[in-house]
C-alpha cells in the first residue's frame, strides 16, 4: 500500500524529523513538503543528505487547498499557526498535528499512541501528545491506571534537550554559547502542557482531582527528555515495575527497565522507557520516563499515529534502534 | 599576612580547583602538593599554565608526617580515603577536608559558611560540605530557619555536571562518547548526601522529623549544579524572596534572583544563586539553587572556610566573577 | 534472502553500531554476537531498547571456532587483537573486519566501497577502512584520479569526535570533564592511519611518490569526522566539484557540495559529503570530506561491503537519512 | 594608581569577559558601561552575580561624548560599527579597540601584546588583535622572527569555539542545536582575519612575499581557539621548541611545551601555548597555538594592553589560572 505524504513546516525539527522517518517508511511516499522561511528552496538545501527524489522536492508555501492526492499529512507549526489553516483542509485528508493546537479539542483524537492505540482507528484528526506528556504520561500511565498513586499531588520534574524549544533562533538564550555548560528551570508553575497531562491523567485514572506540579528544566543536550515524577502511593518497587510490564505487555515501543533510564537509549528512536523506585514507608513512589523529544516526543509518535489511523502495521517505519552512543 | 598552604589530591578535580584558587589568594602560599597517581611529577605537569614557583612544586606522596611549615592544608580525597591520614596530621595544621569522611563526625565542624559562618572562628577541623547540600541547604535554609516549609516531606532532584563524580575514569559510563546527548538519574532512595542534608536541616529547623527524598541526575556539562527543591508550605513567593533576601543580607556570596538561576551564572565562582516560586493554594514551594560544584560546592566554599579559620575577610581570594559564556 | 551475521566485539561502538544497522537490515539476521569484558550477558542488558528476538541473545566469549552457521561475520576489535583469531574462521564464512589489522593486508581486499565497490565482488574477507581515511579519501579520490593533484605533497587536517577512539576507558582523557570545550591535535607526524592513505592514494593516482602529513584532531562531539586537505594543483573549484561529480555520478553514498559541509549532515548515516575551494593563483585545492566515524568510518560501510561480497542491492540496509539534528 | 575604566559592548561576549576581569584588576574601576540592546537595564540584570557598586550600574546608550572621566576605555562592537564612535572620543581617553575596525589602521598600534610590549608604551589608540589572530601568530612568530620558515605558503587550520562568532543570534546556525555535534569549515579562502595576520607576519620576518592560507572551523565548543599551522622549513622539533623558548623568554603569559596543547590548558585566562612538530626530511613544520579566544584572543590581551599602555604591571588584573576542567 503507497500513502502520499505531506509535511507542513518541514523546516523545523520536527518537521524535518518526520520527513526523516517518512524517508525510510516502507509505505510512505512523501509528495508534497511545505514551509514558511525555506518556501521556495529544494528540499535538498535544507537537508543535504537527501537521496534523489526527496532531493527535487521544492519547499512549498503552506496552503490548505495544496493538498490534493495527499492521504496524510503531518503538521508541524508553532503553537497557535495551525488551528486556522488545518481547519480548511478537505476532510478526506487525514492530518496527524505535532503542534500544540488541537490537544484534547473538540473533533480531535489526542494521540497516545502507546496506551490509547485502539482509539485511533478510523480516525482522520489526530492530535499528537507534546513531548513533555508523551515521556511523563508514558510513566504514569500504569500506575494512574491501577489506581496505584494519589492523583492529587503528582509532581513532574523534567529534563529536556534544547531541539524541544524548537528552531525559532533569534534568540540568543538558544545559542550554543550559552546553553552549554547550563542547566536552569523555566515556566515555574505555568507550563502550557499542564492542562493537557491533568486531562489524560484524568482520564487514565477515572478520578477528577488531577493536580500537577510541573517544572520544565533546559539542558545542554540537543534530543532528549527526562521526567522524573515523584507520586503518593504505597507500592514497592516491584509492584509498581510488574503493573508496567502487564500495562505495556504487546506493546512494541514501551521498555519498562529496572535501573533508571538513560535518555540516550532512545535517541533518533520511537522507544520510551519507563522504571521505577518507591519507598512504601514513605508512601513515596518515583516514576521515571524516558524519550527522544523528537521521536516519540514528536514525530516518531506522529508515524505511529499515523499508522494506526491507516491501518498500517503500528511499526512500520520506526523499529529502528536508538542510535548509540 | 603570609600562610603556607597544602593540597592533597592535587591533580583531582576539587584539588585543581584549590591550586587554581590558592594561587591567586593574596594571603596563601601553597607550599606543599601530594598525590597518588600523579605522586613524583612535577605540578606543572598536571596543570600546564601554572607560573614559575607553582610549576616547579614536585607532588609528594601524601603523608601526614611531611607537613611541618603548613599553616593549612585542603584535602580533597576519595570517600574513605582521608579519615586516617587525616587523623594523624598535627593538631597545629589547620584542616578543611572538601571530602566525604569528616561531615558531621566528632570533633569537625561543618562548615556551610554562608549560613554559619560564626561557627568556623576558632576552629583547625572543618569538614566541607558536599556539592549537592551546598546548593540545596542554601536554597532551603532560609525556609527551614524560618520555620516556612514542613521538612518532614521535602523532595530535592538534583542536577549535575560530571566533574561532581571526580577525576576518577576508568570507567566509560563517564566517557565523553556516553554522557554526552544523555541524562540520566541515579542513586535513587539512597544517595550518600541524605544523612548530611538531614541534619544540616534538622540543625537549622530546629525539628527533628526531617525527611528527604534525593534523585540526582548526570547531566552532560562539566561544572555546575542545580537543585529543585519540592516543599510543602503556604508562603507566597513574594515572602520565601524576602525570607532570603533577609537571611542572606550582609552575607557576600549568595544572590536571591527573581528568575530562576542558571548554573551558568556561577561558573568558576564562589557564588550561589537561591530563587522561589511559590503556589500557596496548593501548598507548594518550589525553592531553587543554583552553584559550581567544584566551587560554592567544593574549593570555593572550602577557601572561604578557611579565611574564617584564619581570621582573614571572608572574600580573600574569592571575589572573582563567574566565567560567561 | 536471509543472511546469518555475527558480530564480533559488539558491546564497543562500531560492533554496536554494525548491530544496530543489521537488526534494521532486510536480509541480515544477527544470530551470533561476542565480546570480551561483556560475554555472559544478555544482549538488551548492553543496548537497553533492543526488541524481543535480538534482547534474548546471549554474548559469547568470542571464540573462531563457534561460528557454524554464520554467513557474514564483522568484527570490531582492537588494533592487534584479531589478527590471530580471525586467521581461524572457517573460509565458508565471509569477514568484514572494521578493526585496523588486515587493511592491504595480504589475502584481504580493501574495503574503500564508494570508490572500488567492484573489487569486493566474489571476496570473502574484506579489509574496512579507518574512520580517517574513510573521510579523507573520499574527498582526495576524484582528484588523485585524475591527476589533479600533487600527491607528493599533500597535508590533511582530520578532526574527530571521541568515539573514534572506541570505548576503551580506563582514561579520564577521554572523560567528559576533560574532552568536553577541549580541542587537542595528537600523534603529530606519527599516526598510525598513513600507511593505509599512502597506499591507497598510490593506488588511486597510479603514482608512487605519495607523501602525507596527518594530524588528527579530538574535538568535544560524539561522533563525525571532518577532513581538511590541503594539496597542489591548478584546478578551479569548478573543475573539482565537476571532476568529483563525474566520478561519483551513480554511487548511492556519496554528496557533493558547493557548501563546505557539516559533519552532522551525516550523523548516523552511511553518507559521505566532499567539496573543494580552489585558488589557482596559489596552485591551492582545498579538499573537504565528512562523514560519521561509525558510519561510514566504520559499521556502514562494513555493510555495504558486506552487501556487495553477499551480492545484495549496495544499499539494503543503510538508506537511511542522517539524523538531524 | 586607580584608573578608571569604560566599556562599550558590555553585554557581548567580549565586552562581558572585559567586565569581568576589569571587576578583579587592583587598580581598574568600572564607572561606565554601554551597550545597544542592553541599554537601559541595571548591569546586574545582565550578569546576575555582580557584587554591589557593579550591579548597580546602569548599562549606557553607547555614546563618545559621555566619557568624561574615563581614563581608558574598552570598546567591543562588531566590525563596522566603532569606526565613527571612536573617532569621536576624546584624546585624552586611552582606548584598546577589541573590535576588528582599527587593526592596521592609521594612527592605532596593533596590540600584540606578548610579541610587541614595547610598542605599547605611550599610545593611546590601541587595536586589539583578533582571536584567529592571536593564538595563530603566537605561534608562527618565533620562527617567523629567526627566519625559519618560509612565509609564502603557510597554511593555517584553525578551530574555534562558538563564542567567537559573537553573541549575536538571530541565527539558528549558532543555535545549541545544530552546533551541538558538528563541525564544519567556513569562509575557504576569503576570511576576513587574513589580511591582519599577513602584515605581522611581514612585520615579524622582515619578507613582503607573504602568503597566507587560512581556514576556520566552527567547532562544538563555547570558549577555545586551536591553530594547527603547516609551515615550509628545514629546522627540527627541538631546534623550534627552543627558538620558541628564547623568543618568549621572560614573557609572562606564553608558555612553549612539547606537547600539543589543550584549548581547555588556557579557558578563563589570558595565556597562550605553543607548540611544534617538525620534519625536516619533508622540510615540514606543524606549528601549534591555543588559546582562550575570549582571553588571549579578547579582552584578556586588551586588559595586558591596557596595562602597557597606563604603566602598569604587565600581568596586573590578569594572572588567574585557567579553569580547569
Known amino acids: 500500500m503507497s500513502i502520499k505524504v505531506g509535511i507542513v513546516g518541514v523546516s523545523g525539527y520536527g518537521g524535518g524529523e518526520a520527513l526523516r522517518i517518512c524517508a525510510s517508511h516502507p509505505n510512505f511516499q512523501v509528495t508534497y513538503v511545505a514551509g514558511e522561511s525555506s518556501a521556495g528552496q529544494r528540499l535538498v538545501d535544507r537537508m543535504p543528505g537527501l537521496p534523489g527524489r526527496l532531493a527535487d522536492l521544492v519547499i512549498q508555501k503552506w496552503h490548505p487547498a495544496a493538498l490534493s492526492g495527499i492521504d496524510v499529512l503531518f503538521a508541524s507549526l508553532p503553537t497557535g499557526e495551525s488551528k486556522e489553516g488545518l481547519a480548511k483542509v478537505s476532510p478526506k ?9 488541537h490537544r484534547f479539542a473538540e473533533g480531535w483524537t489526542y494521540g497516545l499512541a502507546d496506551i490509547w492505540p485502539e482509539q485511533m482507528a478510523g480516525k482522520t484528526r489526530i492530535a499528537n501528545p507534546g513531548c513533555y506528556p508523551s515521556a511523563t504520561l508514558t510513566a504514569i500511565a500504569p500506575l494512574a491506571a491501577a489506581g ?3 492523583v492529587s499531588s503528582i509532581i513532574i520534574d523534567a529534563k529536556s534537550g534544547v531541539s524541544g524549544a524548537g528552531r525559532g533562533g533569534g534568540d540568543s538564550k538558544f545559542g550554543y554559547a550559552e546553553v552549554n555548560e547550563d542547566v536552569v528551570a523555566y515556566g515555574l508553575l505555568k507550563h502550557a502542557h499542564v492542562p493537557e497531562m491533568t486531562k489524560a491523567i484524568a482520564q487514565l485514572s477515572g478520578k477528577s482531582d488531577v493536580s500537577l506540579t510541573f517544572t520544565p528544566h533546559l539542558i545542554p543536550m540537543t534530543r532528549g527528555i527526562l521526567s522524573t515524577i515523584y507520586c503518593r502511593g504505597t507500592a514497592t518497587t516491584e509492584e509498581c515495575l510488574k503493573a508496567a510490564r502487564k500495562f505495556y505487555a504487546g506493546r512494541p515501543f514501551v521498555r519498562v527497565t529496572a535501573a533508571p533510564p538513560h535518555t540516550k537509549w ?60
Open 93 to 101: 485528508v487525514k492530518i496527524v498535528d505535532i503542534g500544540g493546537d
Open 148 to 150: 496505584m498513586i494519589d
Open 266 to 325: 532512545a535517541t533518533g528512536s520511537n522507544l520510551a522507557f519507563v522504571s521505577y523506585a518507591a519507598d512504601p514507608a514513605r508512601k513515596l513512589i518515583i516514576a521515571l520516563g524516558a524519550a527522544d523529544n523528537l521521536g516519540k516526543g514528536a514525530a516518531g509518535q506522529a508515524v505511529q499515529n499515523a499508522n494506526l489511523i491507516c491501518g498500517l502495521p503500528e511499526t512500520a517505519g520506526i523499529e529502528g534502534l536508538a542510535l548509540w552512543p
